[in-house]
């Protein structure tokens, strides 16, 4: 028997309780080099506070995570950043004094750890594949929400991840502009897994070619996305979202 190449990422039975409710229950899932996935569930699933847990910003309450097979359970958000795994949230966080290209320059920066000139050649490139090259002089504030979301996936993508974890990047788009999301996120694919959490699965169409469905903490479903996607267990737990 072969061994199984090591997964980039994985879980191992991660739950994490906020009091009585278990957001996530004894999930152990794993992530390979270059993979895309969706991730989608009905509202209170626990797809928010599973990114939460594999960014680092919220700790299990039980179980452990691990990245190119190390241990990464107790490591901080800063920690897990320069281990490689970054984090759009969905509601974008901004420096609002800053302009664009410094809110991009700070995770090049503390992030991916370039200094200047390298950082300044690195986060042109962030801006032009994230759309936002033509903004770049401009505030936060000034931005419609799709430049907003884009912001907040540029900042993510700064740091050089290897594992980029989107938490509903897509939502409150139009059709044309999850398009134009869609294809930011293409752009970003190689070189990387990514973790796209997303209510309209629109948005997760021919980029994941893996989907995993999460109700009331637990994994429900995984697999390729279209056999995911056709089958009746997704269709009946969807009637509800
Ligand atoms: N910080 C928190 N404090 C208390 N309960 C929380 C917190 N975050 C999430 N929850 C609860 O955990 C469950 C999962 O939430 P969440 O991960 O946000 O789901 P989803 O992103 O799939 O909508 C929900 O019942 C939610 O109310
Ligand atoms: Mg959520």
Excluded at 69 to 93: F, S
Excluded at 145 to 158: H, S, T
Excluded at 201 to 216: E, G, H, N, S, T
Aim: aromatic residues 4%; hydrophobic residues 45%.
């Amino acid at each position: 028997m072969t061994a199984r190449p090591m997964a980039l990422m994985a879980t191992e039975d991660v739950s994490r309780q906020f009091g009585s409710v278990c957001a996530v229950d004894q999930i152990s899932i794993e992530l390979n080099a270059d993979e895309s996935v969706g991730l989608i569930g009905p509202n209170g699933a626990g797809k928010t506070t599973l990114l939460s847990l594999l960014s680092g910003a919220l700790k299990p309450s039980s179980g452990r995570i691990t990245m190119d097979g190390n241990d990464v359970t107790a490591l901080p958000v800063h920690a897990r950043v320069a281990a490689g795994i970054a984090k759009a949230a969905q509601i974008p966080q901004t420096f609002d004094r800053l302009t664009v290209r410094e809110n991009v320059l700070l995770p090049a920066y503390f992030g991916a750890g370039l200094s200047q000139p390298d950082a300044g050649v690195w986060i042109d490139e962030v801006l032009e594949m994230t759309g936002l090259i033509d903004r770049a002089d401009k505030v936060p504030a000034s931005l419609g929400l799709l430049d907003r979301k884009r912001l907040e996936l540029a900042k993510a993508v700064a740091s050089k991840p290897r594992v980029l974890l989107l938490d509903e990047i897509a939502a409150g788009l139009t059709e044309p502009e999850i398009a134009l999301m869609k294809e930011v996120v293409r752009r970003l694919q190689p070189g990387r897994a990514i973790v796209w959490v997303e209510h309209i699965p629109f948005a997760l169409q021919d980029i994941c070619a893996r989907l995993v469905v999460m109700d009331k903490g637990a994994r429900l479903l995984d697999g390729p996305f279209d056999e995911v996607w056709a089958s009746d267990a997704l269709q009946s737990t969807y009637m509800g979202m």
